[in-house]
């Protein structure tokens, strides 16, 4: 449907609706939905309880199931089968970045590094944007018991730490949606727009605020 788009990436902070986004454009496009393995890390619960000291081997976790999944993304996009994915690896590394210590975070880069060069890079990538008053109120909503425990210092620092990565970003084309003003409880983002910007968007940066 989309002339030359087989890989859509969707991004953003904890809370700011990727998931939700990734499984209406999937239907919508006809497409393969890639969720990322977040859920299946048995050290996450651990994680956010006691953060130093389960941060490196959760993220290594989560950089060795990230890492397997983009290979399959890169090998299927051979095949030009549309595929919608809810984040890319440099996810991990933004993340990574927030909760290692800076010898741990040097070992993490190196195989980090090796890893991302094989990773999949979207035709189109989807930056999702929201304040963190609503970030925080959509993690309450959800009710997901361990996020519970998630302060708004740390979101603050999530939402700044990929504000900052994505203001460089140029491995892909990048469309920014605002959904902040957006209440996902009664309303959700218009498919055919998005569509729409998506065709727009084929190089640089645009931004779409629905």
């Known amino acids: 449907m989309l002339d030359r788009i087989h890989h859509i990436a969707i991004e953003g902070p904890i809370g700011v609706g990727k998931s939700r986004l990734a499984r209406a454009l999937a239907s919508r496009l ?21 953060m130093p000291k389960y941060a490196l081997a959760a993220q290594l976790v ?29 996810k991990d590394k933004i993340f990574a970045g927030l909760t290692l210590n800076e010898d741990e ?35 309450r909503k959800r009710g997901i018991h361990y996020e519970a425990q998630l302060t708004r210092d740390y979101m603050e620092t999530v939402t ?25 409880s009664k309303e959700s983002i218009d498919l055919d727009e998005l569509v729409a910007e998506i065709e727009q968007t084929r190089s640089g940066r645009r931004v779409y605020a629905p």
């Not at 989560?62 to 089968?81: A, D, M, P």
């Not at 990929?162 to 959904?179: A, C, H, K």
């Open 30 to 50: 006809g497409a393969r939905l890639v969720l990322e393995p977040a859920k299946s890390n048995p050290l996450l619960e651990k994680f956010y309880s006691d």
């Open 62 to 90: 989560f950089l060795v199931s990230r890492y397997q999944q983009q290979c399959e993304l890169s090998r299927g996009h051979l095949l030009r089968s549309t595929v919608i994915s809810d984040y890319i690896l440099a």
């Open 105 to 139: 975070f040097k070992l993490y880069t190196q195989v980090y590094e090796v890893m991302a060069a094989r990773a999949a890079k979207p035709d189109i990538l989807l930056l999702l944007r929201a304040d963190v008053d609503t970030l925080m109120e959509r993690v």
């Open 160 to 184: 700044a730490q990929y504000e900052q990565y994505f203001r460089s970003y140029q491995d892909s084309p990048l469309l920014v949606v605002e959904t902040g003003s957006l209440d996902y």
